[in-house]
């Protein structure tokens, strides 16, 4: 018996061995904070209102390091969700503490914890969604060697970037300071790729969530696949049953089939009308805001690309005359603005920043039908002669494929000067 007992006293404490002493009370304050902080927007409220309705447990938080590429993730068999420490310290020291240490620091410190959890609220919020579609959707883990759903991640961003964007609307100094290349972290510049992305091609936006997890780490699979692997288990699992004469394991997984079938068009029609009835108003929305404050911090290329881009698609999306007006007027505003910034600034340019602002003002008009300013057209030609040199000589040197991708693109537009 003293065996036994000694043996059951160590496997507890293996089990706790990770733990550390502020845990748990670290991660309830943090609950509290960002539950406040998140439900200042009706994006956070209305996601607070569908997990509360369930009635689950929310996750614990830990804050542990871990491999630089992640800045959190969800653990669906400890329903937790994990800080990645390493991107916590600036927030509030410039020291380097262990992970104990950050926990104590956050917990005791009310400033610290604020700093944190105003920046880390939208990925927090991402993580969220993951812990709430397992509760809604739990037949996709059974039987499948691969348990994360790439449509769950078009979720998780898409309501992280309305969040975002809610957020950032109450914070214009903020966008500005980001914007102007004032300020950045590493949560705000996560953020930013996404929620731009989504708002100028919700087609792209998808297509690059789905071919950044596929290629990634995690195993993930679509809802369609994983129905298939169910499919093909199903009929080994027949073969088995009938062979062997116990038939209620195969009848078990034929209901589960059912069941996760169910769930698959279930989720469809939620994702379907989630995108429908949204995405329209929120990209006109985002693209407006951007565009304006990028014309405020003189970025350009950015506010140029953002307007032309509304005002290509909006036409589709049918919104008012009066906003339309008001996107246009904004963007012949745009066009103007960067033809004179061009010509007073061209000669204190180098050859990649002068072509990426004259390139940026010919694809807004190319997509919302104005000439292209005659002031430029002499400019225009000789910068994208050199920049095409320019290109090919960088293309040589360079061994990043994404870079590399990059030179190629802005030389075959350069060529196709019309």
Not at 126 to 144: F, G, M, S
Not at 147 to 175: C, P, Q
Not at 202 to 227: H, Q
Not at 351 to 375: M, N, V, W, Y
């Amino acid at each position: 018996m003293r065996l036994i007992y000694s043996l059951l006293v160590l496997f507890i404490f293996s089990l706790n061995l990770s733990a550390y002493r502020y845990d748990k009370a670290l991660s309830k304050k943090l609950k509290d904070d960002f539950s406040v902080v998140i439900q200042k927007t009706e994006t956070g409220k209305h996601f607070y209102e569908r997990f509360e309705k369930i009635g689950a447990e929310f996750p614990e938080i830990l804050i542990r390091k871990d491999k630089p590429s992640r800045l959190g993730y969800y653990v669906m068999e400890e329903n937790k969700i994990y800080f990645n420490s390493s991107y916590i310290t600036e927030f509030f020291t410039a020291e380097k503490h262990n992970d104990p240490k950050i926990i104590e620091i956050l917990y005791k410190r009310k400033d610290a914890r604020e700093e944190f959890v105003k920046f880390a609220d939208a990925l927090y919020l991402h993580e969220l969604v993951h812990a709430l579609q397992t509760k809604l959707y739990p037949n996709y883990r059974r039987d499948i060697p691969q348990g994360n759903m790439i449509e769950f991640e078009y979720e998780a961003f898409f309501t992280e970037d309305m969040y975002f964007h809610e957020k950032m609307k109450n914070n214009r100094k903020l966008m500005k300071d980001f914007l102007d290349l004032n300020y950045t972290d590493p949560y705000l510049s996560h953020n930013m790729s996404g929620y731009l992305n989504l708002s100028l091609d919700i087609d792209r936006y998808r297509e690059n969530i789905k071919k950044m997890y596929k290629e990634g780490e995690g195993d993930y699979l679509s809802m369609s696949e994983a129905e298939e692997i169910q499919k093909s288990k199903l009929k080994e699992s027949k073969i088995i049953a009938y062979a062997s004469g116990n038939v209620s394991p195969y009848i078990k997984k034929t209901t589960g089939l059912a069941i996760i079938q169910e769930q698959k068009e279930e989720y469809k029609r939620f994702m379907d009308n989630f995108y429908k009835e949204f995405w329209p108003d929120f990209s006109f929305e985002v693209l407006m805001y951007i565009g304006e404050v990028a014309l405020e911090v003189e970025n350009y290329p950015l506010a140029l690309e953002c307007l032309a881009a509304n005002e290509e698609t909006c036409k589709e999306n049918k919104v008012s005359k009066e906003d339309f007006q008001k996107l246009k007027t904004k963007g012949a505003v745009a066009i103007l603005e960067a033809t004179g910034f061009i010509l007073d600034n061209s000669e204190d340019m180098d050859i990649e920043i002068l072509s990426d602002h004259i390139k940026a003002l010919d694809e807004a008009c190319q997509k919302t039908g104005r000439p292209f300013p005659k002031k430029l057209k002499r400019l225009r030609e000789k910068t994208y002669k050199k920049a095409i040199k320019h290109y090919f000589a960088r293309m040589d040197e360079e061994k990043d494929l994404g870079n590399i991708k990059r030179y190629k693109e802005n030389i075959d537009f350069f060529i196709n000067l019309k």
